[in-house]
């Protein structure tokens, strides 16, 4: 699986961004697919994700509310949704996918085999 992620850049904070992950490679419809985030001296964060087996969606506590994940199956890709950022949200934002996620494993970055390249969001104050 290949994953290649796009829509970073610079945003004031309260703006909004959208960021997409195109996947190739494998079925999509059977693949579950996450974001994380990973800023500077921190360690990788789940921030959402989508679980192909049931529809669920998954947010961390820190976006809920604010962030929205998407997925189109005929395009293969995932969309992160980025709404009222705050400095806070500053990171590498890497999408990931997995075919054998299980509901527990949704936040956990070891779950997902297969990542993109990451693309850098900064949020200004």
């Known amino acids: 699986v290949q994953l290649q992620a796009s829509g970073g850049g610079l945003v004031q904070a309260g703006g909004s961004l959208r960021l997409s992950c195109a996947a190739s490679?494998?079925?999509?419809?059977?693949?579950?697919m996450a974001w994380f985030r990973q800023a500077p001296g921190k360690e990788r964060e789940f921030v959402g994700g989508?679980?192909?087996?049931?529809?669920?969606?998954y947010y961390s506590d820190s976006v809920k509310g604010r962030f929205i994940i998407s997925r189109d199956n005929a395009k293969n890709t995932v969309d992160l949704q980025m709404n009222s950022l705050k400095p806070e949200d500053t990171a590498v934002y890497f999408c990931?996918?997995?075919?054998?996620?299980?509901?527990?494993?949704?936040?956990?970055?070891?779950?997902?085999?297969?990542w993109g390249q990451g693309t850098q969001v900064t949020v200004s104050s």
């Open positions: 990931a996918a997995g075919s054998s996620i299980i509901s527990s494993s949704v936040g956990s970055a070891d779950a997902y085999p297969y």
């Open positions: 490679g494998r079925t999509f419809s059977r693949l579950s």
């Open positions: 989508t679980k192909w087996s049931n529809g669920h969606t």
